[in-house]
């Protein structure tokens, strides 16, 4: 891959759940060209032998144990809900 | 009256209130006064609650009368970026999504800041979501620089910077995902200081780029800043990358007699695209720090190049994800125009999100899709270890680098228009959240237009207090620091 | 054409942890909508997650049970994709680096008959990996209504290699596969609650034929037994589509346990890109041979391996230990009378257990861990029969108060009376004579040589000892007087 790959900005906005309006996707398909036109300097570096960094000082096993505390009443955990019904979250029917 | 406290510092303003000269109640009718002043010119606020804040002040003024002030901060007002959760206020990230948002929760700083007796004043304004160098990203408008309204204040954290520089609070948080804290300190004049990653936690942080992002002061003065990061540093429990480490006495430590550092100059950060006066400001700092017997060396960040494009992908990869949450269905803006579920998240987050966010949304979804993984995010990742390489080889010689903070002065509103040009804004910041280095900015002179200009020093991993000495030995020989902008 | 199954199985196992996997708000079923959600849960803006160590401790459990290789090192990935029941719109699982590689479940399949054991065989397993539950959509007229309770549950996912070849060995694996998480109390199973869930892939092909068949995925198999009729289903309905000369596309489909029948999910059939990468907010998990081996010591013996023990160690029928195996207190409770009675009894200790503590369990609908009765009780009536202390019907009497009471048996046969009476009493003799006297006819045909005339006897003398006489006794008793008479 030498040079920018074409972008789907439609599968990748589905991907997203963004609805782009055609403005938009105009708009971004380009500013995304520039953006990784500018990336492609990256595949000069030589990563052969590198480890990729996912943490800048990474250690393990970081946990809790297993004790139960206290959760949020169900007021305040639907306080920020667009709509409620039967103390639970609702939505339009979700259709599997 | 307003003024006289308004420009006070932490420091000072403790003595005063542990001395009975000055209540918290006054303190924060001065401050809110100010505010009421300023702001509308500067609009670095999003809301502030002058009754709870009050109610806060009052508390304090009872604990001292009752003998039980908890220490510098007690009284002290300390805004917050509004991407930092406090319980029962709104936290929008000045975001159209979260417009009505109310946290049900606090963040670890909050409560830290609490349990010091802090008076928590205001939520203060970003670009949406942290993406951002100007604040003009912002739903609810972009906030000005108080030295020259026509400015922008830089950004994201640019109304935590902002609303420090115009007197409207004592000293503030912000977050620095590639330099938000750094770059607004410089442009609008005063310190910001991005610790280690790690040091403070992300818990009730709004997520940017997880493996960026920190919590940090910005303050009048690098003591100020001192203060303040011994009060929010430290393990927490609540956030697995916080980091296990001894948190000393940040303001002793900064406070204490100079030492001959060696200061490392890094050449690839002095040239194309650099402003001559901020040029000019830094090489002045460089001789300063020579002039009292620090080593000035120069040394080289070879992969200095890399680090616009390795940030961009490893933040926007982990931005999309992270703001996958924000789809109108257990909180946040829920659009009216969706009859089915999928529509439902199109165009909540269509309308939810500005055009920045969805930018960088898009951006990381793709280098994260099918058959790109490896070609952007994981080679980001391994370029990413070799900027680290970089650094940690430089501190084999150095104990700090020396920097411009950001290339240029507060530039004009609508000025950069096109995403590039903004994305260059930080260039010399972004290395320190790759290697997850702290790094402080200090205002270290002025444009002869009046535009603050600011210097950046970079130190070693969870050596904070090093870094705080480095930067108060300067702050101690200058008075940058003591000039404010006239708001008109 | 003869056709033959290739079935891989995923199961989802739910840890039975206190908290959540990646917070700490209790986990629990059956509770009040949205009773079990924190800011974590609900992924408020500015949530972190934090690990919870006990569900990493069920999981390399597990795996050291199922004779997987546990990683050194393994790490965490966000799985993306947007559901209303994912709060995150990002579910935390393992990509590349699961904590589990390998191992294998042994199965057994059905026998040629109900008391011969079937064939074994070993389904290798690709991997286990840790991760969170989603919430629970409850579906109504034009909305769906969610409740957050179940979401971040830690689970794990079981995922076999397609190696198992019918809806038969599926139902073995499941069975298999319950037994040992329930034994070594990872999970309660419990497939109504969710406990356990199954997906199935499957295809079928030519027999002889090594290219795989393109293969359908099962959704919604909410118990054993509709796997296994899902799984058959699905296997004739791909040959009949063969058959007609059509061909079998690649797709979910959702089979529905009471009608039997299966329809596809549509909206699944996008191509689904999970944009995987490694979570930043969580560390990666370091496992040493210490605390491998500190689990190990916790693993429960495997129901097969406890089973071979049983036919070598006791010798016991196939009959007895295929009843004991699967449940792992009956077996200890059957180890401990055992060990109280001596080996020589397992047998006998065996019968008690597998019919009349197992009858006596159904009727008073309770664990075995409630029962008063305790095995060495067990192991004491095993005792008083063998030593003649007690008949055998009697003993099933005493059984019964045993398992009311929990008193002793020796205590109960004793309050009740029934001890078999002594040997050599006046009252035996006594009871024979009057039996000979009031049986003329018997005694001339035994005086003429008909051995079994004798029995005529023992009736009576049954009838006044009520039972308790020793028929060998009362066979003794009655030869000495009838040979002086
Ligand atoms: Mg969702
Ligand atoms: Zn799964």
Partial sequence: MSSVPHIDIDHVAKLARLALTPAEKEDFSRQLGDVLRHIEQLRRVDVGAVEPTAHAFPVHNVWAADEPQDGLPVAAALRNAPAQRQNMVAVPKVVE | ?488 | MNYEAVIGLEVHVQIKTRSKMFSRVAAGYGHEPNTLTDPVVLALPGVLPVMNRAALDAAIKAGLMLGCEIAPVCKWDRKQYFYPDSPKNYQISQYDQPICLGGAVEIELPGPARNVMGEHRTIPLTRIHLEEDVGKLNHGAGESLIDFNRAGTPLMEIVSEPALRSAEEAFAYLTSLRALMVQGGISDCDMEKGQLRCDANISIRPVGERKLGTKVELKNLNSIAFVRDGIGHEIRRQIAVLERGGTIVQETRDYDGQTGASQSLRSKEMAHDYRYFPDPDLMPVKVDEAWKARLKAECPELPFDRQRRYQTQYQLPYTLTSVLIWDRPLAEFFEAAVAAAGPHKAQAVGNWIINDLLRELGQARIALAEVKVKPGAVAALVELVENGVVLTNAAKEIFVEMFATGDAPAAIAERRGLKVVPTDTDELEQWCRDAIAGNAKALAEFKAGKDSAINAFKGPVMKSAKGRADPKQVDATLRRLLADS
Wanted: charge should be neutral; hydrophobic fraction near 40%; glycine fraction near 10%.
């Fill in chain 2, 1 to 488: 009256m307003a003024d006289a406290v308004c420009f006070q510092t932490i420091a000072v303003l403790a003595d005063r209130l542990k001395a009975g000269e000055l209540s918290a109640v006054e303190l924060m009718q001065a401050v809110i006064a100010r505010t009421r002043a300023v702001d509308p010119m500067v609009k670095a606020f999003n809301t502030c609650d002058e009754a709870d804040a009050l109610a806060q002040a009052r508390a304090s003024d009872a604990r001292r009368a009752a003998g039980q002030a908890r220490g510098l901060l007690d009284g002290i007002p300390v805004g917050l970026k509004d991407v930092i959760a406090v319980r029962d206020q709104p936290l929008t990230a000045s975001s159209r999504m979260l417009a009505d948002f109310i946290s049900p929760y606090d963040a670890t700083v909050t409560q830290r800041l609490k349990a010091a007796g802090a008076v928590l004043w205001g939520r203060l304004n970003l670009d949406e979501f942290a993406m951002g160098s100007s604040t003009e990203n912002s739903a609810f408008g972009p906030t000005r620089n108080p030295w020259d309204l026509t400015r922008v204040p830089g950004g994201s954290s640019g109304g935590s910077a902002a609303a420090l520089a115009a007197g409207a609070v004592t000293a503030t948080l912000g977050s620095d995902t590639g330099g938000s804290i750094r770059q607004p300190a410089a442009l609008c004049g005063v310190v910001g200081l991005k610790p280690s990653y790690g040091l403070v936690s992300r818990y009730g942080l709004v997520a940017y780029a997880s493996s960026l992002d920190q919590i940090g002061p910005f303050a009048r003065t690098v003591e100020d800043a001192a203060i303040l990061l011994g009060a929010i540093a430290g393990h927490d429990p609540l956030d697995s990358t916080s980091f296990r480490t001894d948190i000393p006495d940040y303001r002793a430590v900064a406070g204490a007699a100079p030492r001959p550092w060696r200061i490392g100059i890094p050449k690839e950060y002095f040239g194309e695209g650099l402003d001559s006066e901020v040029a000019e400001a830094v090489q002045r700092a460089i001789a300063f720090y020579q002039s009292v017997g620090c080593e000035i060396h120069e040394v080289s960040l070879p992969h200095t190049s890399y680090c616009l494009d390795t940030y961009y992908i490893i933040a926007t990869a982990e931005a999309s994800s992270n703001l996958a949450r924000y789809d109108g269905i257990r909180y946040g803006h829920r659009s009216r125009q969706a009859d089915d579920i999928v529509g439902l998240y199109e165009k909540s987050r269509a309308e939810g999100f500005g055009a920045e966010v969805k930018r960088r949304i898009i951006l990381g979804t793709y280098v994260l899709s099918s058959g790109y993984y490896d070609a952007y995010y994981l080679r980001a990742q391994k370029v990413r270890t070799l900027i680290r390489q970089d650094f940690l080889q430089a501190y084999g010689q150095v104990d700090a680098l020396l920097t411009p903070t950001s290339p240029v002065p507060a530039f004009k509103l609508g000025e950069k228009s096109d995403p590039l040009a903004m994305y260059l804004c930080d260039i010399y910041t972004i290395g320190a959240n790759l290697a997850g280095l702290p790094a402080i900015s200090v205002p270290c002179g002025f444009t002869r237009a009046g535009l603050p200009v600011g210097l950046q020093l970079i130190g070693r991993p969870f050596q904070e207090a090093d870094l705080l000495a480095i930067a108060r030995s300067y702050e101690q020989a200058h008075d940058w620091h003591r000039r404010y902008p006239t708001i008109r």
